[in-house]
């Protein structure tokens, strides 16, 4: 399969849920090599399995990302299976709620609050850390973060761990932007909106027709949408861009 990720080797965390998969099957369709990592082991195995008999060169590696060692495990299988990574896709994400909704600061419990930025936010150093050192030597690599306008805007519909942990994705893909330009690294990061992914079945159906009520282009986006900007930072024509975090959105919380 020819395409604009021929032989290219791309990881993906958070592989089996509806961002992630679309990212995934974008990239294998323009003929990369994927690597998925998902703590949801039997999802992964089976489409996995499916991707193969596809004829696609994919890789599933069951891991919670939230501990370094699983990290580790993970990138180490894929990379000895596909070969070295020069994308990496940093799109692992949970936002928790309660009885549909998101906690206030005085009632959230602080193992509530460190799982969150466990694998939003340590996840993604975790895997950065893994994945740099080959793209550095290799002077090619494309770092994409999974943010949120969350982490830009007020947005009442999810809790302070996730705006702080998607706020700070900001900061590391400006300041990793940075750090990696002169290796021919870029570092650029998506703040998707409201998309219709399984995330968004712990909340109430009155809260996604409140947001497609304000937003400019009045609907919910698709996984595919947040797909195809990802792809964008990842090719070859978006060379000269890094640091920078894109909406995808439909106008909602424009920033
Ligand atoms: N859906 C939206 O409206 C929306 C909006 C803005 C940002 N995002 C972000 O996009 C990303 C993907 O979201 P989605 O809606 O596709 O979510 P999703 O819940 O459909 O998928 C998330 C995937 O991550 C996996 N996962 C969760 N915790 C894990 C862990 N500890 N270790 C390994 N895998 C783990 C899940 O098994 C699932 O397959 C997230 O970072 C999310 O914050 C989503």
Known sequence: MSGRFQDQVAIVTGAVGGIGSAIVEGFLAEGGRVGLIDFNAQGGQAYEK?????????????????????CQAA????TSELGAATILVNNVGISPKTEGRALKVWEMP????????????????????????????QRQGRVINMSS?????????????????????IGLTRHWAAELGEFDVTVN?????????PL???????INDAVTRVTALRRLGT??????????????QARFVTGQVLDVAGGWLMT
């Open 50 to 70: 499916t991707l193969r008999e596809h004829g696609h060169d994919a890789v599933f590696v069951p891991a919670d990302v939230a501990h370094f060692d699983q």
């Open 75 to 78: 990138y180490d299988r894929i």
């Open 110 to 137: 602080p193992g509530e609050w460190n799982n969150v930025v466990a694998v939003n936010l340590n996840s993604v150093f975790y895997m950065t850390h893994l994945a740099t050192p080959h793209m550095v030597k």
């Open 149 to 169: 306008v969350a982490g830009k805007a007020y947005c009442d519909i999810v809790a302070a761990h996730y705006a702080a942990t998607k706020a700070g994705l």
């Open 189 to 197: 990061g998506l703040a998707p909106g409201r998309i219709s992914t």
């Open 200 to 206: 968004l079945k712990s909340v109430p159906q009155e």
């Open 223 to 236: 996984p595919e949408e947040v797909a195809d900007a990802c792809l964008f930072f990842a090719s070859d």
